[in-house]
């Protein structure tokens, strides 16, 4: 059989980054990726469980391999990802779609090529999904979607319990990489080019990593430990929890120059009682204090948010919080999200759930503020000039080069391909709503 595969991710950066691990483990068994899923032999579909919206567009593409795999059974289906971890998930396929051949979680893809190594040579049904107890990440192969940068893991799972929220059932409690290990990993990535890494956790300011002398790590510390690499140029993490931004971080923002001046900070909501009624551990007030502390600390420092609209019992009053919240901080840009129904959380038995057509206008407001703040914001850029690692060819341009500034705002410009991977000098001609315009200057 021809060794073609093919993933789908839907999600966050963890799933990408698991799509990356799953990637690099088939190339190095002989397979081969490629970009459209019908000339693969084998499809993989890395899910997200977060919304609702995603758990349907899975079923829909589920749906619509059917007709494949009826027409050529040796055509594999694999099934993996955060909607594995949910029993009534795995349920419904073993019903309604018996013919997916190999399920497993996202605590086990490191046993993944064995899971389908089997399945293509003895024609039986694999499923693995287990609990807990993922450890073994920088250990395996990565096929990354950039060469000059790389996402690492450093933290598993969330113990945070936000009403609203599928992660703490599908990605377990939450346990910390040791800083020796991840050093480690991103030493071996700064040997094969890369020079920037986004560290990723559910919440890192949680992050407590045992070292080998039996100390524990503060998420702090680990930024430091790792800014003493050299050639690594550019740290950056997602996501904070702002209920424990500690002042100590603050001060690595500060003192060192390789940590990127931005931070995603996810407040969901502008009221105070929606964000108890979420589980947060914060207030509003205790909100703006982490955004003035951090700003007093590092003035241009950019900034980003989740925002949930119409979470169950959200008045009018409360949603015109949210909106005079995004006002007051004045956000570079925000994810914004329907409130979404996921089975198994408290929030789902809440009384009093938003209509969807309430939820639809709110969501059309708040996103016609966060688009005029980022646009005002982004039209300040004109004339600065911004140190960019470039990315590759622009998404919408083959024939421009796109990047990111040091704070994560992506600039498309006019240059050639040698610059692919380095850092650029770009001096801003023009501020759109979601990038930013240049021309590549010298020093
Ligand atoms: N409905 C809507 N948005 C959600 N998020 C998490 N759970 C839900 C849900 N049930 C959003 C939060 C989180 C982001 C990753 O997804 O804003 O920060
Ligand atoms: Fe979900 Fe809250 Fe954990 Fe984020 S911190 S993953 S929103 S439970």
């Not at 000339?39 to 007709?67: H, M, P, Y």
């Not at 450093?154 to 113990?159: K, P, Q, T, V």
């Not at 559910?202 to 070292?211: A, K, L, P, T």
Request: aromatic share 8%.
């Amino acid at each position: 059989m021809e060794k073609t595969f093919h993933i789908t991710t839907f999600g966050c950066q963890m799933n990408e980054h698991d799509s990356e691990i799953m990637a690099g483990m088939l190339l190095e068994r002989g397979y081969r990726q490629v970009s459209e899923r019908r000339q693969a032999k084998v499809a993989i579909i890395n899910t997200c469980s977060v919304r609702e919206n995603a758990d349907k567009r899975f079923f829909g593409t589920l749906g619509q391999l059917k007709r494949r795999k009826m027409a050529e059974p040796d055509f594999t289906v694999c099934v993996c990802g955060c909607m594995m971890q949910q029993q009534h998930i795995i349920d419904t396929i073993k019903t309604k779609y018996p013919w997916v051949d190999v399920i497993f979680g996202t605590h086990n893809i490191s046993h993944f090529p064995e899971l389908l190594e089997h399945v293509i040579q003895e024609k039986t049904k694999q499923i693995e999904i287990l609990e807990d107890g993922r450890t073994d990440d920088g250990e395996l192969p990565s096929r990354r979607m950039y060469q000059c940068k790389a996402l690492v893991n450093i933290m598993y799972g969330c113990n945070n319990f936000c009403t609203y929220c599928i992660v703490p059932y599908t990605r377990g409690r939450e346990h910390s990489r040791s800083p020796e290990h991840i050093r480690e990993e991103v030493e071996k990535l700064v040997k094969d080019g890369v020079r920037e890494v986004m560290l990723l956790g559910q919440n890192v300011n949680s992050y407590r990593g045992v070292s080998e002398d039996g100390s524990t790590w503060s998420f702090a510390r680990l930024i430091l430990f790792l800014a003493e690499i050299d050639g690594l140029e550019r740290i950056r993490f997602m996501t904070s929890h702002p209920k424990d931004l500690s002042d100590e971080l603050i001060d690595v923002f500060r003192s060192c120059d390789k940590l990127c001046k931005n931070i995603h900070l996810p407040v969901q909501s502008g009221s105070t009682e929606i964000m108890q009624r979420m589980n947060r551990h914060y207030t509003r007030e205790s909100y703006m204090d982490t955004v003035r502390r951090l700003r007093k600390a590092v003035p241009d420092i950019t900034m980003s948010t989740d925002i949930i609209v119409g979470f169950p019992g959200e008045t009018e009053e409360q949603f015109q919080d949210t909106l005079s919240l995004v006002e007051e901080v004045r956000y570079d840009s925000a994810f914004t999200f329907l409130y979404s129904v996921r089975t198994g959380t408290p929030a789902a038995s809440y009384g009093e759930q938003i209509p969807e057509e309430v939820k639809h206008e709110r969501f059309n407001r708040l996103v016609d503020l966060v688009n005029r703040i980022s646009a005002e914001k982004n039209a300040k850029y004109k004339g600065r000039v911004e140190r960019v690692l470039v990315e590759g060819p622009s998404k919408r341009n083959s024939k421009t080069l796109c990047g990111r500034t040091d704070g994560f705002k992506l600039v498309n410009f006019e240059g050639s391909r040698e610059m692919i991977g380095t850092f650029v000098n770009v001096e801003i001609t023009e501020g759109k709503t979601f990038s930013l315009e240049g021309r590549v200057v010298e020093e």
